[in-house]
């Protein structure tokens, strides 16, 4: 067991696909991790699949009719059984073969794109779900480690300039643009990483929500190796 993992009171560690979708989030646990120390050769299939853009979805279909050896076909086993399980629990899971994602460099006071710390808000209970066959892992860091950034005075007083409408309407113009689903982390915060192989569900801001949702964002790639990701 990962002590990283099992130490934190953020982290609820499980041993089953049941347990992962069933236990409820408690308290400061806004992460779930079905720990996994994953067998079969995932950069085969890296290798043999074909990125035709920087994301490219990858099918069940894509993934039957890889040509693979006895280890990248154990890998290929584990990557399709995943699939099912959520498709079979109700999700809608993808399978990304990642170069890079599209960077937003529009402010240089705020960022909203996934390299940056946010969370994922939903109209609907729902929670995302996330594993990293290859490639770097993505990172999540304890709530009272990070600060919204629209609190943020500097940052918060150039939204306003950039808002320029009615005061009544500042909350919606941040809510429509994404700004406050960001965060910023605080000095000697710790981030931890996800790690490989372990599939992960985490809190979503929601009405029926009872606990913070899960501050997360996606690594820097690097350089010339893609990601393997399910996400949900």
């Not at 399978?95 to 996934?114: A, Q």
């Amino acid at each position: 067991m990962n002590n990283t993992f099992s130490d934190n009171s953020q982290i609820g560690i499980v041993a089953t696909f049941s347990e992962l979708v069933n236990e409820d989030f408690k308290g400061e646990m806004n992460a779930l991790c079905w720990y996994r120390n994953l067998e079969g050769d995932f950069k085969e299939i890296v290798d043999k699949l074909q990125l035709k853009e920087n994301i490219t979805e990858v099918y069940p279909k894509d993934l039957v009719s890889l040509q693979l050896s006895e280890k990248g076909n154990i890998a290929r086993e584990i990557i399709l059984n995943d699939l099912q399980l959520l498709t079979d629990f109700g999700a809608s899971p993808s399978l990304n073969l990642l170069k890079c994602y599209e960077r937003d460099d529009e402010f240089d006071f705020i960022s909203t794109d996934v390299y940056s710390y946010h969370v994922d808000r939903s109209p609907i209970a729902t929670d995302t779900f996330l594993c990293t066959y290859y490639g770097v892992a993505s990172d999540i860091i304890s709530n009272e480690q990070a600060e919204q950034k629209i609190l943020i005075p500097e940052i918060r007083k150039k939204l306003k300039e950039l808002h320029n409408g009615p005061s009544e309407e500042f909350e919606n113009f941040l809510k429509e643009n994404y700004f406050d689903l960001h965060y910023q982390v605080k000095p000697n915060a710790k981030p931890i990483n996800l790690g490989l192989g372990h599939l992960w569900r985490l809190a979503v801001d929601h009405p029926k929500q009872q606990v913070l949702p899960c501050i997360h964002r996606a690594p820097i790639e690097n350089d010339g190796e893609y990601r393997l990701l399910l996400i949900c």
